[in-house]
């Protein structure tokens, strides 16, 4: 199983960001799938979900609205799209993979938020 995030990197307050996770090495359509991020000094928090099984999405309170899960099944790629960012959304963002009591992590993209 490999993860791979890439699309991180310094972007304004209220801009945009679209981070992916190339996925190889297992079936891509039998796993749910989800980024978390964790900031300095912070917990690993999760940010969204989507399920393997109708791709229903799944967001925090606190993260909805500004963020989009998605995936390509064609590209094995799994999506989070940041609208209106803010520095407080400033972490190493991670896609994960799970079913049931397996799961596995992708090594992790940086994104800071600042002007």
């Known amino acids: 199983v490999q993860l791979v995030e890439s699309g991180g990197g310094l972007v304004e307050p209220g801009g945009s960001l679209r981070l992916s996770c190339a996925a190889s090495?297992?079936?891509?359509?039998?796993?749910?799938m989800s980024w978390y991020r964790q900031a300095p000094g912070k917990e690993r928090e999760l940010v969204a979900t989507i399920t393997r099984l109708g791709g229903t999405t799944n967001y925090p309170d606190s993260m909805k609205g500004r963020f989009t899960i998605s995936t390509d099944n064609a590209k094995k790629t799994l999506y989070l799209q940041m609208s209106s960012p803010k520095p407080e959304d400033t972490a190493v963002y991670y896609c994960r993979i799970s079913r049931g009591p397996i799961g596995y992590w992708g090594q992790g993209t940086q994104v800071t938020v600042s002007s």
């Open positions: 090495g297992f079936d891509f359509s039998s796993y749910d």
